[in-house]
Structures are given as C-alpha cells and as structure tokens.
C-alpha cells in the first residue's frame, strides 16, 4: 500500500511562501516606522538648533548693548531707550532711514555724549538686524534702574499645535518672574504672530 506525498509537501510549500511574505511585509513596516522616528529627529533637531542660535544671537548683541552704554558714562539718564513697535521698526529698518544724525567713527569726528549714545544705538539695532534678520529691539528705563531690552525676532518655526499656524507670544504682565518675564512681549512691541521676544535688564 504506497501513500502519495505530493500534495501535502505543496501545502507545505504554499504555506512556507505565505509566511515569507507575512514576515517581509512586517519587516517593512517595521523599517518604515524607523525612518519616520528619525526624520521626526532630525526635524526636532534642526527646531533646537534654530532656538539655540537664536538665543545666542541675542546674548550677544545684550552684551554688546550692555558694552556701548558702559563706555559712553556722560549720556543723560535716558540717552538709550529705543521707541517704536515690531512693525515700525522693520519698515524702518527695510527702508534704510535708522541712521545716525553723525558718524563718530569719521576721522577727526567729536561728538557730544548725546550723539554718541545715538550712534551707538543705531550702530546697535542694525547690528541685531544683521546677525539677526527679521529682528528689533525696545528699550526703556533709565541708567539709574537700568534699561529693560527687549529684542523681538521673527521665528517662522514658532508655530501653534496644528503645525501651519503662527503662534503669538505670551504678553507680559505686571509681577511675572523667570522665564516668564524673560521671554513675554511688552504691550509696546505690539509683536504680531510668529515673533518671539527677551527680555533683559542691563544696568551699566
């Protein structure tokens, strides 16, 4: 009595090939939920760096500030504030008119206190826009308490939860402290979405 075993061997053989394809399709999904973890990374990383040069940026142009007030000690009290919102300081900017009323760098040039603290401060906001583009500053207060700075730039990558919307920076309010009062914007700024601000004191 003989026993054909042909057809259980294709059986087998049919179900080893399902399982193959089951295991490839598995490892592909597999791969493909890798390489969205990774460009997901790599997205965040390039998020934080941008913050990070961003920040840097501004640490040195307070220091910078912070530098120009300390060598001009004859300016009045108030020599170094800077007016104007976000908006009106980038047309500003954009079209060229933040000059000085007089180059104390010119050869043979003497300048008052008061020139000099205008000529640092345009040297100052166009240098911001310069390592920073698409930046201004708002400075208020005095030499005596200090001046409260706050520089503003636009950050395109400062979007809300759905990943498309600018998001608005915090307002400040009276009493906040830490990174709250470090990082609102004044009611002065009148900064419109998608431009983050810092706040420093700097007392010279």
């Keep these: 009595m003989h026993f054909n075993a042909r ?3 294709r059986i087998r053989r049919r179900a080893d090939r399902g399982a193959t394809m089951i295991e490839v399709l598995v ?3 597999i791969l493909s939920i890798g390489m969205l973890g990774i460009a997901g990374l790599q997205v965040a990383s390039m998020k934080y760096s941008q913050g990070g040069w961003a920040r840097a940026a501004v640490a040195s ?3 910078d500030f912070a530098d120009r007030i300390r060598a001009n000690p004859g300016s009045t009290t108030t020599a170094y504030a800077v007016a104007g919102d976000y908006t009106a300081q980038r047309t500003a900017l954009l079209a060229n008119t933040v000059v000085a009323a007089k180059d104390c760098e010119a050869a043979a040039a003497v300048c008052t206190a ?4 205008d000529f ?3 040297q100052w906001r166009l240098s911001i826009d310069a390592s920073m583009p698409g930046s201004a ?5 005095d030499r005596a308490a200090g001046y409260t700075t706050t520089v503003m730039w636009f950050d ?5 939860k759905d990943g498309v919307t600018l998001d608005d920076s915090a307002a400040c309010v009276a009493g906040a402290t830490g990174t709250a009062a470090r990082n609102c914007c004044p009611a002065a ?3 419109p979405a998608g431009v983050r601000c810092t706040n420093m004191v700097v007392v010279p």
């Design 7 to 9: 057809p259980a061997q």
């Design 61 to 63: 142009g307070l220091s």
């Design 27 to 29: 490892a592909i999904l």
């Design 114 to 117: 008061a020139e000099l603290a």
């Design 137 to 141: 500053a708002l400075v208020t207060g």
């Design 156 to 160: 395109k990558a400062f979007l809300k």
């Design 189 to 191: 700024a009148n900064a």
């Design 120 to 122: 640092h401060l345009v």
